[in-house]
């Protein structure tokens, strides 16, 4: 006999569409997050409204005039916008998942773990270029005039996130939920403050701005920087800190990485 026409055909979905679903999934719990939504867009969004308008800050000055505010901060702005959402928002909202067992019952699921991270990836690059459109919109209703070439920016976004993703995921299975989320907040101040995001390097001491030049959000700003403030092609230096982060935590993260 013929199948039928309403024969039930059990089974798992294709790796890429179960990927997509998640995705989504992923998407809309972060959006409907108030506290994750105050964290990855409204304080960088409120930080690069506040200190382009008020002269709380002194902005490096180019020779041959003067340099508006919102020129040296929109990059930094949008690298912590990328910090924000792939270190901090993954960071606290994967250990949550994990304490509560949420990971444990996906890996149970015919979603391969490795499409569960991939998916995860995916929700914040999402959320980036949403973030991304917000931030530019608001920079230049503030009078911000890019340079550069868009394909260098997306290249360090996307080493960024890499970075970022790998160090958040690496706290987030290694420490107990409450410990990431303290850990998580804390390196988000420490390095909104030192990471040259708002605060201009050369603020801090000669010893300490070769220190803080390898922190992945110092490459990441200054990369941005170098590209739309100064319209210089691939910063081949901060890509090199970017990627050696990327390639540190990602490896730290899927060695060390506990679902349970």
């Known amino acids: 006999m013929s199948a039928g026409t309403f024969t039930p055909s059990p089974g798992a979905a294709p790796v890429s569409r179960m990927i997509l679903a998640q995705t989504a999934l992923e998407t809309r719990m972060l ?18 409204t506040l200190f382009s308008t008020v002269d709380i800050i002194t902005v490096p000055v180019e020779e041959g005039g003067a340099q508006k505010s919102v020129d040296f901060l929109a990059p930094g702005i949008l690298a912590l916008a990328v910090m924000s959402t792939a270190f901090t928002g993954q960071a606290i909202a994967t250990g949550f ?33 949403l973030q991304i459109a917000l931030l530019t919109v608001i920079a230049l209703a503030l009078g911000w005039s890019p340079h550069g070439n868009p394909l260098s920016v997306a290249a360090l976004v996307l080493l960024g996130t890499a970075a970022f993703s790998g160090l958040g995921l690496l706290m987030a299975g290694t420490l107990k939920a409450e410990a990431t989320l303290a850990a998580a907040n804390l390196v988000f101040l420490l390095l909104l403050v030192g990471g040259g995001v708002i605060v201009p390097m050369d603020k801090f001491p000669e010893a300490a701005q070769t220190v803080l030049g390898l922190l992945p959000i110092s490459a990441l700003s200054d990369g941005l920087r170098e590209v739309l403030q100064h319209g210089a092609a691939l910063p081949w230096g ?5 990627a050696g982060w990327a390639v540190l935590g990602l490896g730290a993260a899927g060695r060390l990485f506990r679902w349970e």
């Open 31 to 48: 959006l409907r997050n108030g506290e994750q939504l105050l964290l990855t867009v409204i304080i960088p969004a409120l930080l690069l």
């Open 238 to 242: 901060d890509v090199a800190v970017l």
């Open 97 to 129: 998942d994990r304490r509560y067992g949420v990971l444990k019952r996906l890996g149970a699921s015919p979603l391969p773990r490795w499409a569960l991270m991939a998916a995860k990836t995916l929700s914040v690059l999402v959320t980036e270029v």
